[in-house]
């Protein structure tokens, strides 16, 4: 289900795939990347390209549809988690506002779409 869930996220535009550890962060515009899976490793963007990724499938073990209060907005993201509940990549849905800081319906609507496919929160 992994690799259905994360096939979904990289055909949205304007979705940002974030790896975060202590030391350090790599952020990644989908945009419409490719995604394969090779046994146990799930490979988003071309090796050849300017910027990918490899997740190691078997270590990620929930994710979460969240949506996070801000001062001016609220944040809409599906995050990935380990063994031990750390955020291993989360997927940032940007773009969210117009101009005049009102919420996009249209993009709403595939945030919305997608969490009613998968539910909230998920076992992986």
């Keep these: 289900m992994l690799l259905e869930i994360l096939s979904d996220l990289v055909k949205i535009d304007d979705l940002l795939l974030i790896v975060k550890n202590g030391s350090a962060i790599s952020e990644i515009r989908s ?9 146990k490793w799930i490979t ?3 090796n050849d ?4 990724m490899h997740i190691n499938s078997e270590l990620i073990r929930s994710a979460e549809f969240v949506q996070e209060q ?5 944040s809409f993201s599906v995050r990935f988690y380990d063994e031990y509940v750390q955020r291993v990549l989360a997927a940032f849905f940007t773009k969210m506002y117009d101009a005049d800081k009102k919420l996009i ?14 539910g909230s929160k998920i076992k992986l």
């Design 31 to 39: 945009d419409s990347m490719s995604i394969r899976q090779k046994e």
């Design 44 to 46: 988003i963007g071309d």
């Design 49 to 52: 390209g300017p910027a990918h």
């Design 70 to 74: 801000k001062p001016e907005r609220i």
């Design 105 to 118: 319906s249209s993009r709403k609507m595939i945030y919305d779409e997608l969490n009613q496919k998968y």
